[in-house]
């Protein structure tokens, strides 16, 4: 796709000073920009860029007066930044604004399909699945039996989507994501092994989700796995049976979550947090990166650690730790004298 830095400054309700009918088809740093490359200057210390980049076009903010010449052509608007980030959305809209059915593809004659949807080839739903109006399933997706998923909804390639599961509305399953396989339940026998535990639940999905790449969601023992309205996922994390994440909570990268665990709304989870099963977090709390998690949260609770405590008791604490070795000599030298 190439646009002019006319149409450019249309959208943005900017001014072109320079050539407005100059064109550009990909984004790009200022450092590194290149001909036919649209990109923006906000941060003051990336100001020297200017006037070396080879960007076609640059964003700036009205106030912006270079101080020597320039090739590029600018677009003067209030917010460099957030210009920027509004074509960013708006270029991501027109990329992803696809329709219709690509073959090969297999739909079920008793699935329900929406309006303006589109199928990507090598897709496959199943039997009595329900798609709403614009949703989106790109090549190689897997719908299961019984699916629901609701309107502007996206599901990128290569996503499995496993029976009964409900996804609301304007939410973006990534690719490698998998929603509703088993839960890990298994049962010691006499024989020293396993029996696996039937899974009989669902995954519930509410409206605004967005799952990262490689993410897994498993389906409930009984009832539901629930992921409520607004949550953020990032790439790689495991969300166990009968979990629920709580309204505009987001969880970084790496992090697991074990069965049954509730946790609450607005909280904030780094990457390769571990949680154990069957306990409750309270809403707004705080977890840092690496941390641990074996007991019940209140509400509010900033942690650190691993078995997880008062971020500013564990900092108080790592000053100590840090210096162990030290103190240990000296403990070593004391009791020799």
């Given at each position: 796709m190439k646009f002019t830095a006319a149409q450019i400054a249309g959208i943005l309700e900017g001014d072109v000073v320079g050539n407005p009918e100059i064109e550009v088809s990909k984004l790009s740093k200022i450092e590194e920009g290149t001909e036919g490359a649209l990109t923006f200057l906000a941060n003051p210390k990336y100001k020297s860029h200017i006037y070396s980049t080879k960007a076609s076009i640059t964003i700036v903010n009205r106030s912006f007066e270079p101080e020597h010449s320039i090739q590029t052509t600018l677009i003067k608007v209030d917010d460099a930044y957030k210009a920027f980030s509004k074509l960013l959305e708006y270029y991501n809209a027109v990329k992803l604004n696809k329709q219709g059915i690509e073959q090969p593809s297999y739909i079920s004659d008793s699935a329900t399909l929406g309006n303006d949807i589109y199928i990507g080839a090598f897709a496959y739903i199943g039997d009595n699945v329900k798609l709403?109006?614009?949703?989106?399933?790109?090549?190689?997706?897997?719908?299961?039996?019984n699916v629901t998923i609701g309107k502007n909804t996206i599901i990128f390639a290569g996503a499995k989507i496993y029976s009964e599961s409900v996804i609301g509305e304007n939410c973006v399953i990534n690719s490698g994501c998998v929603i509703g396989a088993d839960g890990f339940g298994f049962a010691p026998n006499?024989?020293?092994?396993?029996?696996?535990?039937?899974?009989?639940?669902?995954?519930?999905?509410?409206?605004?989700?967005?799952?990262?790449?490689?993410?897994?969601?498993?389906?409930?023992?009984?009832?539901?796995?629930?992921?409520r309205q607004g949550v953020k996922l990032d790439n790689q994390i495991q969300i166990a049976h009968n979990v629920e994440v709580g309204k505009n909570t987001v969880i970084a990268a790496q992090t697991g979550v074990?069965?049954?665990?509730?946790?609450?709304?607005?909280?904030?989870?780094?990457?390769?947090?571990?949680?154990?099963?069957?306990?409750?977090?309270?809403?707004h709390v705080k977890i840092q990166a690496q941390s641990g998690i074996i007991r019940n949260i209140k509400d509010n609770e900033v942690l650190q650690g691993s078995p997880a405590f008062n971020l500013v008791d564990f900092n108080k604490s790592y000053v100590h730790f840090k210096n162990l070795p030290k103190l240990v000599k000296e403990i070593n030298e004391i009791d020799k004298k």
């Open positions: 709403a109006d614009q949703v989106k399933i790109f090549p190689g997706a897997y719908i299961g039996d006499a024989d020293g092994e396993y029996d696996k535990v039937p899974q009989i639940g669902n995954v519930i999905i509410e409206d605004f989700v967005d799952v990262g790449a490689g993410t897994t969601i498993d389906r409930a023992t009984l009832g539901s796995t629930i992921i074990a069965g049954s665990t509730k946790i609450g709304e607005h909280c904030q989870i780094g990457g390769q947090v571990g949680i154990v099963g069957h306990i409750t977090i309270g809403n």
